[in-house]
């Protein structure tokens, strides 16, 4: 593998994983939100998905972000009566989003972008470290 390769493979990396800190940096965001109507649906929880792509030009498999698909799990309730969103037993529906494991989910991502940043600065050292032996 050659030095730009290792870099497309890296920056492709890096770009999945930043799309899926966004993902989850909103389910975050969205964890105590109710529905904006009575006896709707809160926010779902979201997925991010990431594909393998083959890039004949460079000869190597390349990522990108797929599509973001809604988490089926069931919503949770929570006893609230006095809440305009209560059903007629007085639960509100809230989001299928658990802080805890979005925090590990971010943690991944956030560890998976370092290691690809991690290849690239080491290419780029690689790199460096020929054009200085040419120059001799």
Do not use: C
């Not at 800190?21 to 109507?37: F, G, R």
């Not at 979201?46 to 797929?66: P, R, S």
């Not at 988490?71 to 609230?80: A, E, L, R, T, V």
């Not at 037993?89 to 494991?101: A, F, I, R, T, W």
Request: net charge negative; hydrophobic share 35%.
């Amino acid at each position: 593998m050659d030095f730009s390769t290792s870099m497309a493979v890296a920056a492709s990396g890096m770009r999945a994983q930043s799309d899926r800190m966004k993902v989850i940096a909103e389910n975050i965001a969205n964890a105590n939100s109710t529905s904006p109507q009575p006896g709707g649906d809160p926010y779902r929880r979201k997925v991010a998905t990431i594909n393998i792509k083959f890039d004949h030009e460079l000869g190597a498999n390349l990522v990108n972000t797929g599509k973001t698909i809604p988490d089926k799990s069931d919503f949770h309730s929570q006893y609230d009566p006095g809440n305009p969103n209560a059903d007629a037993q007085g639960y509100v529906k809230l989001p299928n989003v658990d802080p805890l494991v979005e925090i590990m989910d971010m943690r991944e991502a956030q560890r998976s972008y370092e290691a690809n940043l991690t290849i690239m600065d080491a290419t780029k050292q690689m790199l460096s470290r020929t054009v200085d032996l040419l120059n001799k």
